[in-house]
């Protein structure tokens, strides 16, 4: 940490500070300096207008020197949980990156740039910061499951009753929440786990699991299928 922002700090928490440890200065004297120092201190900070939102917690992945006041950015610059879940999401984003070098098209930078916006859109939320911390996880989650980034359980193939050779094909993954894929013909589904009950949801997708069976949902108001695991 730069020694301007220790001495904020301190000033900012009432605790004396000396360059000098050894210094043979009375205590008035040390209290006199100490405060003169802080005071100044304190008037260039509000007369130079650093954001409030920039402290010396844990940093984002990005510089929040320049972002906006009042921004979904600003929030995230302003505290350490979402401010980990954004140095998570840049790490995981990399490691997906590597993972989609032979992707045609390439869609991850355009679905990455669309949940950001997406992201942004917490400031319509009556609790901003906890659908930012929704976001970060939902979409942490995605690209571990989606690029395979963390231990799996699977495949598991399911026969399904609505035709003859019907399955579905899924893979559990240990991300926060649980996911899995789910794969039919050539359509994938990712779903997340919200409860303990073994339910799975998708976009338009669920999953009901229950021991060797499990009632199975493709599509937006489709008929249940009912399945068993072979």
């Given at each position: 940490?730069?020694?301007?922002?220790?001495?904020?700090?301190?000033?900012?928490?009432?605790?004396?500070?000396?360059?000098?440890?050894?210094?043979?200065?009375?205590?008035?004297?040390?209290?006199?300096?100490?405060?003169?120092?802080?005071?100044?201190?304190?008037?260039?900070?509000?007369?130079?207008?650093?954001?409030?939102?920039?402290?010396?917690?844990?940093a984002p992945s990005f510089d929040c020197t320049h972002v906006e006041a009042g921004s979904i950015?600003?929030?995230?610059?302003?505290?350490?949980?979402?401010?980990?879940?954004?140095?998570?999401?840049?790490?995981?984003?990399?490691?997906?990156?590597?993972?989609?070098?032979?992707?045609?098209?390439?869609?991850?930078?355009?679905?990455?740039?669309?949940?950001?916006?997406?992201?942004?859109?917490?400031?319509?939320?009556?609790?901003?910061?906890?659908?930012?911390?929704?976001?970060?996880?939902?979409?942490?989650?995605?690209?571990?499951?989606?690029?395979?980034?963390?231990?799996?359980?699977?495949?598991?193939?399911?026969?399904?009753?609505?035709?003859?050779?019907?399955?579905?094909?899924?893979?559990?993954?240990?991300?926060?929440?649980?996911?899995?894929?789910?794969?039919?013909?050539?359509?994938?589904?990712?779903?997340?786990?919200?409860?303990g009950g073994g339910v799975y949801q998708g976009r338009n997708e669920t999953f009901i699991e229950?021991?060797?069976?499990?009632?199975?949902?493709?599509?937006?108001?489709?008929?249940?299928?009912?399945?068993?695991?072979?």
């Amino acid at each position: 940490m730069p020694p301007s922002q220790t001495l904020a700090l301190r000033c900012w928490h009432g605790t004396p500070y000396s360059e000098n440890h050894n210094t043979r200065a009375s205590p008035m004297t040390v209290l006199f300096s100490y405060r003169t120092v802080c005071k100044r201190l304190l008037l260039a900070i509000a007369t130079l207008g650093i954001p409030a939102h920039v402290h010396a917690g844990v940093a984002p992945s990005f510089d929040c020197t320049h972002v906006e006041a009042g921004s979904i950015e600003a929030d995230i610059c302003a505290s350490d949980d979402l401010a980990i879940l954004d140095r998570q999401m840049d790490e995981v984003y990399r490691q997906a990156r590597q993972k989609a070098t032979d992707q045609h098209p390439p869609t991850l930078a355009a679905e990455q740039r669309g949940w950001i916006k997406g992201r942004n859109e917490c400031w319509k939320s009556p609790d901003r910061m906890a659908c930012i911390r929704d976001q970060y996880q939902l979409r942490i989650a995605e690209l571990q499951a989606l690029y395979r980034l963390v231990a799996s359980d699977g495949p598991h193939v399911y026969g399904c009753d609505d035709a003859p050779g019907s399955e579905v094909v899924i893979t559990r993954f240990k991300t926060t929440p649980p996911t899995l894929v789910a794969e039919r013909g050539d359509s994938v589904s990712l779903m997340y786990l919200f409860d303990g009950g073994g339910v799975y949801q998708g976009r338009n997708e669920t999953f009901i699991e229950r021991e060797d069976a499990a009632t199975v949902t493709w599509g937006y108001g489709a008929t249940p299928m009912q399945c068993r695991k072979r």
